[in-house]
């Protein structure tokens, strides 16, 4: 998989062009040319005061306010949407629970700049759709901001160029905001496989199946723009929500690394046969065409020879699922959501204490012995709040935990870029007839030495909750 770095910037030379012109990334900033200092380990000063502006308060970002506003030290100081309801539902939101206001922003599209130029803010939570999301982490980290990005973090490899020399010249954090990483089950996976039971891991099989055809026909607000891509790009353009935990179980940038991919895709049909059947002829959704298949499946190939499969699924109906499987030299943890978690492992290697998965009650033991200190700690109040059985509000107290005890972030703009190149990578795969494709490195060599993912310790008990009642939220997400 030989591949020159200068060919590899070569052959993507035209869109590099293509976003200087869209305002996305500067002439000197194109193409990786490396403006900075590695940002591996990067952490700042603690902040015990995080004031935090929202740009996009639909679905994603609404909820985020109402998780936000529930942390000690953190404060919602500005909110931005272009879409006047969304304004008005959380400013009435912040009124009732009696937080102080939050200035606003919103009057045109790019109104988002002054909410990221504004000196009222520390942090730019960004949770509007994707094709904001490169040009909100490079003005915002150019103005001094840090930023907190939705999934993928960026949409092509020169967003991801331009991300990583923004966070490198700037000095600033730029964090994507996976929350799978702090699902239950993926921690128990991590902690599992960090603590050695699964013994080497050499496959994962994750992905994203998610049954979006009323989502993606339907959309809240009216706007096309998940469909949208669907219907022009093949390619997996959701990737991250399996593969981000997955990569911190292999070790991604941290002594290994994605070496090629090969990407396959079904043919589409899931997508129109809903159409045909939901809308009439006269709607343009009847006939509307598909470029992405309905399946689309990625095969990665690590340095270090392990093998990681990605699937994206959002269009045939079937239940809710994100892989989740793990394949060690001692044994293997299969998590399928509401459902069951199915592990074995062998206690020595070779007696077979692996040939079939743990009864119900020992898998139980198992979960319980091996939960991850995250939850052992912060379990109670995250179930208690809500958003994706926990997960979300876990995640977001633990960027907070970061900034305010000037520790690095749990990934960085490495991986944000990297786990974000796969939305390029696999449509360059599918149209070349399914050729690997290889991927850029990010860390410019970094990954060789960077040291591998531990399990942190999580000291909850230094977020003063008296401050602030933790109370359900019936706008947390399920799903
Ligand atoms: N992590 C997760 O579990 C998860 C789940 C769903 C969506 N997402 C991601 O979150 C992001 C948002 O998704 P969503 O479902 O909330 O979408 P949404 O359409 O419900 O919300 C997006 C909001 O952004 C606003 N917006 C659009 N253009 C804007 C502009 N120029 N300035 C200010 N606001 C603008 C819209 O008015 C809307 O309110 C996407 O990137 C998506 O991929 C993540």
């Given amino acids: 998989m030989e591949q020159s770095r200068r060919d590899f910037l070569m052959g993507t030379a035209w869109m590099g062009a293509a976003a200087v012109a869209a305002g996305c990334m500067s002439q000197s900033a194109a193409l990786g040319s490396g ?29 985020a306010v109402r998780r936000i506003a529930l942390i000690p030290g953190v404060e919602v100081t500005a909110i931005c949407d272009i879409n006047p309801t969304r304004l008005a539902e959380s400013r009435n ?68 160029w331009a991300t990583v020399e923004a966070a490198e010249k700037y000095r600033r954090h730029c964090y994507m905001l996976e929350n799978c990483v702090y699902g239950e089950y993926e921690m128990l996976a991590f902690n ?56 911190k179980c292999l070790d991604i940038n941290r002594g290994d ?20 059947a939901k809308f009439p002829a006269s709607d343009w959704r009847h006939n509307a065409k598909m470029v992405k298949g309905d399946v689309n499946t990625c095969l990665m190939r690590t340095v270090n020879g392990k093998v990681l499969q990605l699937t994206h699924n959002v269009c045939t109906p079937t239940p809710y699922d994100r892989g989740n499987k793990y394949l060690g030299t001692k044994g293997t943890i299969r998590g399928i959501k509401d459902e069951s978690y199915q592990i074995c492992f062998e206690t020595e290697t070779g007696d077979k204490g692996a040939e079939k998965f743990f009864d119900a009650q020992r898998a139980q033991e198992v979960r319980e012995m091996y939960k991850h200190p995250f939850w052992k700690t912060a379990g109670d109040i995250a179930k ?52 690997p494709i290889e991927f850029p490195d990010y860390t410019r060599g970094g990954w060789k030495t960077a040291k591998p993912f531990t399990v942190e310790e999580f000291d909850i008990s230094k977020f003063d909750f008296s401050t602030r009642p933790i109370a359900a939220d019936k706008a947390q997400q399920k799903v």
Avoid at 41 to 61: E, H, L, N, T, Y
Wanted: aromatic share 12%.
């Fill in 35 to 63: 403006v900075g200092a590695p940002m591996h380990g990067f952490r700042v000063a603690p902040m015990k005061r995080v004031r935090v502006g929202f740009i996009g308060i639909g679905s994603r970002g609404r909820a």
């Fill in 93 to 160: 939101w912040l009124k009732e629970k009696g937080f102080p206001p939050a200035r606003e922003w919103g009057k045109t599209e790019d109104d988002w700049k002054g909410l990221c130029d504004w000196e009222g803010v520390d942090v730019v939570y960004s949770c509007t759709p994707r094709p904001l999301h490169c040009p909100i982490n490079v003005y915002a980290m150019s103005v001094g901001k840090h930023v907190m990005q939705e999934v993928p973090g960026v949409f092509d490899l020169e967003e991801c």
């Fill in 192 to 247: 599992l496989i960090k603590k050695g039971m699964l013994g080497e891991i050499v496959q994962a099989e994750v992905g994203y199946t998610h049954d979006q055809r009323a989502l993606q026909y339907n959309p809240r607000d009216g706007v096309f723009w998940r469909i949208k891509r669907h219907q022009t790009h093949h390619g997996n353009y959701y990737p991250t929500h399996g593969l981000v935990p997955a990569g």
């Fill in 257 to 276: 690394r994605f070496d090629y991919l090969v990407s396959m895709e079904t043919k589409s049909a899931s997508f129109e046969t809903y159409g045909r």
């Fill in 384 to 435: 208690k709040v809500g958003g994706h059985g926990g997960m979300d509000f876990i995640m977001d107290l633990r960027w907070v935990y970061c900034l305010q005890n000037g520790l690095p972030m749990d990934t960085d703009v490495y991986d944000l870029a990297t786990y974000s190149s796969i939305v390029e990578l696999s449509e360059r795969s599918v149209n070349a007839g399914s050729r």
